[in-house]
């Protein structure tokens, strides 16, 4: 039924098969066909098995990303004249204030514990329109600095931390976390890439839970987000 909406013409539906018609007279001649004992059939017909149900595969959007990075910026409003070529924006559009950048804030959010990374909020703010830099250069060049501090991070892999409890734990599953489909023996034999391996979080060490080896490589991101 989605796809009637690309129409922007009004539709007549028929709420017993739900087909829809663009003209009356067609819709009335449905009807006659539609409201017979022996037309059980619908317009709209469900996907028949193994189609009948939705999966998730992009398995790296299971996984947290380990830092998010908020941005903030504050501008002062300055009028613009009507004889400024700013003014006139389009056709229909006039622009009345120009947004002056004069701060910016910067918080870096982590899934990490503290004890192992900590940025406190920062901000930068320029004292005058004319100051060079400029605001938005001087950003910039922090936003690499912090950059380069998070890679660092991100790319110091932490070797797994494996206790005889996680060995019980990965014993006894027989389903793979990220993908919920079960282990098969038999298909890791021919193709290793779904062997049941252990995944653990690059950042901590912590076992995450047992999966396939394809699941795996799938699910570690290196990957800061930006707001």
């Not at 903030?72 to 204030?97: I, M, W, Y």
């Not at 406190?120 to 060049?141: N, R």
């Not at 922090?142 to 991070?153: N, P």
Request: charged share 30%.
């Amino acid at each position: 039924m989605a796809d009637g909406k690309r129409c922007r013409k009004k539709r007549i539906w028929c709420k017993r098969c739900l087909g829809s018609f663009l003209l009356p007279l067609r819709y009335e001649r449905h009807l006659k066909f539609c409201r017979r004992p022996d037309h059980v059939d619908t317009v709209w017909t469900m996907p028949e098995e193994p189609y009948n149900f939705v999966t998730f595969r992009n398995k790296r959007h299971q996984a947290r990303v380990p830092f998010v990075i908020y941005i903030d910026f504050e501008s002062v409003l300055k009028p613009v004249a009507e004889n400024d070529e700013l003014h006139r924006a389009g056709r229909h559009t006039v622009r009345e204030q120009e947004h002056i950048p004069c701060a910016v804030g910067i918080k870096v959010v982590s899934t990490l514990p503290k004890n192992k990374f900590n940025m406190p909020y920062e901000w930068i703010s320029q004292e005058g329109e004319d100051e060079q830099p400029s605001l938005a250069t001087k950003f910039l060049v922090r936003l690499l600095e912090i950059e380069q501090q998070l890679l660092e991070v991100l790319f110091d892999d932490q070797n797994l931390i494996w206790t005889p409890e996680n060995q019980r734990t990965f014993d006894s599953e027989t389903r793979c976390y990220l993908c919920k489909r079960d282990f098969d023996d038999a298909l890791a034999v021919r193709d290793q890439i779904w062997q049941k391996v252990r995944d653990h979080d690059h950042m901590t060490g912590l076992y995450r839970g047992a999966a396939h080896g394809i699941c795996n490589l799938q699910v570690r991101i290196k990957l800061i987000l930006l707001f």
